[in-house]
T-cell receptor, first 111, second 115 residues
């Protein structure tokens, strides 16, 4: 079945550091890919998405590119802030199918 | 436009008690979902409803029941709570059709403790 594998956390960085959180997937067909973010004490919010190969999703300085050849959707940000501290979930879905989540990566940014 | 709302926000139960978690969405979505989130385990799907009048089991349905009361509302019931059901519960909804890409919108969660 479909699955998503994320980089294990927790990840701790200093403010203004470069961030990469790896995500790879296994799915048949052409899934849509998502990154969700969960701030402390809150529900999940959609951060960005990409619906076809080579699409780049971007939001709030975060970017991820849908790479079909490597079945990956890595999350990147050039300069992280303390306010980016959260748990990040990679997910995929195919038409008429449920979302499949990765296990989540906890990110802590120190000032 | 409130999105997805959940009540209550917090609840403490004793083992064996029952309760119903309420969820409502105002986005005219067809599909609704209940997840639980345990520390270090990500989200696990309990039940979902692809459309009004239908419900299906997810990964971890044991000990739970659901009701899709109408298009807006999807409730989760614990008939006899157990300490293993201590968790944070999230409701979500999504549209249908290609334009929605099955993006899910989440509620703020219910933090449940079973003593």
């Amino acid at each position: 079945g479909d699955s998503v594998t994320q980089m294990e956390g927790p990840v701790t960085l200093s403010e203004e550091a470069f961030l990469t959180i790896n995500c790879t997937y296994t799915a048949t067909g052409y899934p849509s890919l998502f990154w969700y973010v969960q701030y402390p004490g809150e529900g999940l919010q959609l951060l960005l998405k990409a619906t076809k190969a080579d699409d780049k999703g971007s939001n709030k300085g975060f970017e991820a590119t849908y790479r079909k050849e490597t079945t990956s959707f890595h999350l990147e940000k050039g300069s992280v802030q303390v306010s980016d501290s959260a748990v990040y979930f990679c997910a995929l879905t195919r038409p008429a199918q449920k979302l499949v989540f990765g296990q989540g990566t906890r990110l802590t940014i120190n000032p | 436009n409130a999105g997805v709302t959940q009540t209550p926000k917090f609840q403490v139960l004793k083992t064996g008690q029952s309760m119903t978690l309420q969820c409502a969405q105002d986005m005219n979505h067809n599909s609704m979902y209940w997840y639980r989130q345990d520390p270090g385990m990500g989200l696990r799907l309990i039940y979902y409803s692809a459309s009004e009048g239908t419900t299906d089991k997810g990964e971890v349905p044991n000990g739970y029941n659901v009701s899709r009361l109408n298009k807006r509302e999807f409730s989760l019931r614990l008939e006899s709570a157990a300490p293993s059901q201590t968790s944070v519960y999230f409701c979500a909804s999504s549209g249908s059709g290609q334009s929605s890409y099955n993006e899910q919108f989440f509620g703020p969660g219910t933090r449940l403790t079973v003593l």
